[in-house]
């Protein structure tokens, strides 16, 4: 098994939902620190839980590191003196490890955390947030960890902590890395395949757990700071899950679909609890084909061809206020969040517009669901969204097309070219 063994700073670390139940208002989230071996803790106050490291130790030699794991040899560089560094998540709320005298863990809190130790019981607290840091020393150069944290009290803090120093660090390390025995390695060259496996390090780590209106896993782009489960993002990380598990992908899909609205609107950005009243690329149809194509299940559709359909009816009547089957990106005074494209110089006017990519994102989204419902057997819907695809061409070739820079480019509402960069 080859595993990503690369430590960087900013490298999200942080417990998948795969494993166990996240809390999308109380988890655990940090990312590696890079002035130092140890974790930046994402709380109300931040927390570093980073590891003091003093002669003999010279020399770091990273055998994994994944967004749940990171083990490593620690030696003087003569490899006279060596020993094993191991850290991973219990669970979403506790961390555990071994490591040696040479590299102690130590704790940090920004200013306001209260810090007490009793006991061998150290304590990080404010009003909101709780860290509980617990060391044991053992035989001759040993040292076991455990951190726990609570968003609710001290005490369930502490009880997570003395849990984690339970457990056996070594099997808990196996089991989090037996995800990548189950990646089918797709080249022989090593570089390639840890860089690939890196590449499902991160989408597992991004993975949430059911949660209030999601009904399954769902998907975010990072747990930090973009911790929300996004529209056209949630397509792109079923793309890649598909190379792992379809089910899977699919899941990263249909939690999109499971928070849609009653007329028919799937927002740009959603938590378990509330959503936007934005929309962004309408890609979900065409991501859900890729995955028929793939497996061959045609539950993917029946299970999802009807809210597709209210979604691009929704775009039809929402997002197309000249009805000329050309289709317009909600712009503020910030840009556009709905394109992708932000703060594109596009948007610098914030004048409606008729949109390229806009309008063909739709033409690709009619002509898969024209293909969804040929082969549901639904031949009026088949031969309606192929007629609206040919009238989203038309529109396009005809008013979109600029003969002076012989480019496709948005027009605004009363026919002029915007010359912004696209």
Partial sequence: MLLPNIYGQGALFACSGMKCPTDYNNTLVGSLLG???????????????FFELQPPIRDINYQAVTGDVIVAELSDGNKEYRRFFRMTFLDAYTIIGETCRAAYPVMWADRGVVVNEKDSVQTFSDEKEHTVLLILEEGIDTVRFSMGYSGHSVEEAILRAQNGMQACVKT??????????????PTNDKLFARTYAKAFSVLRTNV???????KGYWTTPNRVPHKNMWLWDSVFHALGWQYYDVSLA??????????QYEDGLIPIMATPYEALMLTQPPLLAWGIWKLYERCGDQKLINNSYEKLKKYITWNLTHRDSNKNFLFEWLISATGSGESGADNSARFDLRKTMDCVDFSSFMAKEVQTLSKMAKL?????DEKYYQELFNCI????????????TKTFRDRFLDGVVNKNVI
Avoid: C, P, T
């Fill in 35 to 49: 002035d130092k071996l140890g974790i930046l803790l994402y709380l109300k106050k931040r927390r570093e839980l």
């Fill in 376 to 380: 549901l057997g639904e031949k009026d």
């Fill in 250 to 259: 699919y899941r990263a899909i249909e939690a999109m679909l499971e928070i």
């Fill in 393 to 404: 061409q038309k529109a396009v070739n005809e008013l979109l097309w600029d003969e002076e």
């Fill in 208 to 214: 949430m757990s059911a949660e209030g209106k999601i």
């Fill in 172 to 185: 808990v390390v196996d089991q989090n890395l037996d995800f990548y025995n189950h990646i089918s390695r």
